[in-house]
């Protein structure tokens, strides 16, 4: 009777161990001050509140100098004489490729379909030779009717298991005449992933019809919405702001209970030196965090 009663005091005493596991789940945010509008240096774990709900989150690291996954994706459609379009294509390959070495960059393009490498080349001459295949294929793609979500679904397709940091840089007129995905579904998709969506908005040829101006604000707003949720940003013609963007900010180290089994709200703020919420700075991050299943170790 003793025995048994000492065992149930050890469950007892395990317990609280065994419900309090964590694990760390590692993404990307950026900080900004709210007056200047740039970016904010030299931050550490403690200048940082996470919070769920009433549920504080531990910030554990806070690193400022990080390697992440870009895709660049860029429309070229229209139709054959989309030369606005084929330009920013050829304009973003240049910057792809003369991106800093060690960087694992993907380049595409889309019209009615989408052609994207295979890989992430960090390498600038193997992802030279990569772009010039994609800028090869461009030519013989159906350009008509641009499937834009469709492209975004392909793209998130590109990186495989998720990693933290990943980022797809997109390139559009917002034109959509194609697609078998729509906004919502790509919202589904990216939440899940973890996947943040930066967007460049650049004006192509735009065929002219009576709903032309409609799509394109439904289009520009859904995009709009989806890069802020994920923690991206919307650009207006700065292609080479967005890319230098995507390998800003900070690789942060968050504690989440085991638990944490599908992605869920979050809040992110800064604090100040006396260890108040800084009203004044604006912090960039996803609506969302992912269960710890759903990354790798974090990319250093």
């Known amino acids: 009777m003793v025995r048994g009663f000492c065992f149930f005091c050890l469950i007892l005493l395990a317990a609280p161990a065994v419900f309090a596991q964590t694990c760390t789940i590692y993404v990307v945010v950026d900080a900004f001050d709210g007056e200047t509008t740039l970016g904010i240096d030299h931050l550490k774990a403690k200048d940082f509140e996470a919070r769920t709900g009433n549920a504080s989150l531990p910030v554990i690291s806070a690193a400022q100098s990080f390697n992440n996954r870009v895709l660049i994706l860029v429309e070229i459609s229209g139709n054959s004489y989309n030369w606005p379009m084929l330009a920013t294509a050829r304009g973003m390959a240049r910057i792809a490729r003369t991106a800093p070495a060690g960087r694992p960059i993907a380049f595409g393009v889309f019209a009615e379909e989408a052609f ?22 461009a030519e013989r793609l159906p350009g008509k009717d641009p499937a834009l979500f469709d492209g975004l679904h392909q793209a998130l397709a590109t990186f495989g298991p998720h990693q933290p940091g990943d980022t797809v840089v997109l390139v559009t007129d917002f034109h959509d005449h194609k697609s078998k995905h729509n906004p919502a579904d790509l919202t589904k998709e990216f939440t899940a992933a973890g996947t943040r969506l930066v967007v460049v908005f650049k004006e192509g040829h735009i065929r002219r019809t009576t709903d032309t101006h409609r799509y394109i604000k439904d289009e520009n707003r859904a995009l709009q919405l989806l890069s802020s949720r994920t923690g991206g940003m919307y650009f207006d ?64």
């Open 116 to 137: 994207i490498s295979k890989e992430f080349y960090a390498d600038p001459q193997k992802r030279s030779s990569a772009i010039d295949d994609v800028l090869a294929q």
């Open 237 to 300: 013609n700065t292609s080479s702001r967005a890319l230098d963007f995507a390998w800003a900010g900070y690789m942060l180290g968050i504690q989440l209970p085991n638990t944490w089994d599908k992605p869920k709200e979050w809040k992110l703020q800064l604090k100040d030196a006396d260890g108040k919420i800084d009203k004044k700075a604006l912090v960039v991050f996803p609506q969302h965090l992912v269960p710890c299943a759903a990354t790798v170790t974090a990319v250093r």
